[in-house]
């Protein structure tokens, strides 16, 4: 292709992967704002700069990429991920988090973490997050990174029984920042230098 290399990722029809449950998790979106706040206060001036990293996941649906979703309540979507523990790499991180919310056990060690696609940065405490950290800011309180996971043609998703893994367009995600909030709206930006292949599994 002119203009230069494309990557070519490979993704596998949505009817390829079984989806079961398992017990419900422990989820931190039930806390009111203020108590959030002090929350994220007392970590900060505990640990430092929260590093959290989320996985990006796709699958084929009607010849179309969908992006999977954790949704909780009916109204809030995530990608799958969480913050990392004192001393963890943040390649252990996601494949913990990934095994804690998508597997049956925490000691699945099969997901394939590839490159680092995006940083999101948080200055202060406050909801507002930005794909830049501003010259003026010295101490962030947050950065989010979001890594490629690339998914084996099939698997099992085991995931807790009060969160829903669904599988959402690209197009129906790209710069929808009302639905799904600014990082999972930029995924499809993100992926642009990427070109996807479906591979005949049959």
Request: net charge positive.
């Given at each position: 292709m002119a203009g230069g290399n494309v990557d070519v990722l490979d993704i596998y029809p949505l009817n390829h992967y079984y989806f079961g449950s398992k017990e419900s998790l422990p989820l931190k979106e039930e806390e009111t704002l203020d108590h959030r706040?002090?929350?994220?206060?007392?970590?900060y001036n505990t640990h430092g700069i929260r590093t959290c990293v989320q996985a990006v996941l796709l699958v084929?649906?009607?010849?179309?990429?969908?992006?999977?979703l954790l949704q909780v309540r009916h109204?809030?979507?995530?990608?799958?991920?969480?913050?990392?523990?004192?001393?963890?790499?943040?390649?252990?991180?996601?494949?913990?988090?990934?095994?804690?919310?998508?597997?049956?056990?925490?000691?699945?060690d099969r997901w394939e973490v590839g490159e680092c696609l995006g940083?999101?940065?948080?200055?202060?405490?406050?909801?507002?997050?930005?794909?830049?950290l501003p010259p003026n800011i010295k101490r962030p309180k947050e950065c989010t990174k979001l890594f490629l996971v690339r998914l084996p043609e099939s698997c099992k998703f085991?995931?807790?029984?009060n969160l829903k893994l669904i599988a959402v367009p690209l197009c129906q995600v790209h710069e929808n920042f009302k639905t799904y909030g600014p990082i999972i709206a930029g995924v499809p930006q993100l992926l642009s230098k990427f070109s996807y292949n479906a591979p005949d599994t049959d």
């Amino acid at each position: 292709m002119a203009g230069g290399n494309v990557d070519v990722l490979d993704i596998y029809p949505l009817n390829h992967y079984y989806f079961g449950s398992k017990e419900s998790l422990p989820l931190k979106e039930e806390e009111t704002l203020d108590h959030r706040i002090q929350r994220l206060k007392f970590n900060y001036n505990t640990h430092g700069i929260r590093t959290c990293v989320q996985a990006v996941l796709l699958v084929d649906l009607f010849k179309h990429p969908h992006l999977l979703l954790l949704q909780v309540r009916h109204s809030m979507y995530k990608l799958p991920g969480g913050r990392l523990r004192p001393g963890e790499s943040e390649i252990e991180c996601l494949r913990r988090k990934l095994s804690s919310k998508l597997s049956m056990s925490e000691e699945d060690d099969r997901w394939e973490v590839g490159e680092c696609l995006g940083m999101w940065w948080r200055p202060d405490f406050e909801t507002l997050i930005y794909p830049f950290l501003p010259p003026n800011i010295k101490r962030p309180k947050e950065c989010t990174k979001l890594f490629l996971v690339r998914l084996p043609e099939s698997c099992k998703f085991i995931v807790p029984k009060n969160l829903k893994l669904i599988a959402v367009p690209l197009c129906q995600v790209h710069e929808n920042f009302k639905t799904y909030g600014p990082i999972i709206a930029g995924v499809p930006q993100l992926l642009s230098k990427f070109s996807y292949n479906a591979p005949d599994t049959d």
